[in-house]
């Protein structure tokens, strides 16, 4: 399948409409029991501090997984992204309150490639740090 947006339409430089994913310790628990990564450091406060973490972190394919909505959003098909890559750089944390963190994601066309492909770079933030680097994924477009 191939997006809905054109091409044609898109020039180096468009800017995505941005996203912004609250997570809390429940969406952790879900997504612990639906990936089956049940490490003690997405949900045991005391265990991620012993490892020196600042307290429970979000998964990191669910943190990629929250970031890559933005461009399947954008392109109207998830199955127009035919790559996805990034470098977790720092974790999100995720307090034990009634609002958890924030992850918000922009992205922009970095470049028009061959093929009628565009390559889209995203950048993850929660509580003001930098959570994906080198966040790029190659849209296939109409």
Avoid: C
Wanted: glycine letters at 10%; proline letters at 5%; zero cysteines.
């Amino acid at each position: 399948m191939t997006a809905k947006i054109t091409y044609d339409e898109v020039e180096v430089g468009t800017e995505l409409p941005a996203g912004s994913f609250p997570v809390t310790r429940a969406t952790l628990v879900r997504y612990a029991g639906a990936s089956g990564d049940f490490n003690p450091i997405h949900w045991n406060e005391r265990f991620a501090r012993e490892v020196g973490l600042p307290d429970v972190i979000a998964h990191g394919m669910f943190t990629m997984a929250e970031a890559i909505r933005v461009v399947t959003d954008w392109a109207g098909d998830p199955g127009a992204v035919v790559e996805y890559g990034v470098r977790f750089t720092k974790p999100v944390v995720v307090p034990d309150d009634e609002t958890g963190a924030l992850i918000e994601v922009s992205a922009k066309v970095g470049a028009k490639l061959d093929d009628r492909r565009v390559r889209v770079d995203l950048t993850a933030m929660s509580a003001g740090q930098k959570v994906l680097g080198m966040s790029r994924a190659v849209v296939q477009l109409a």
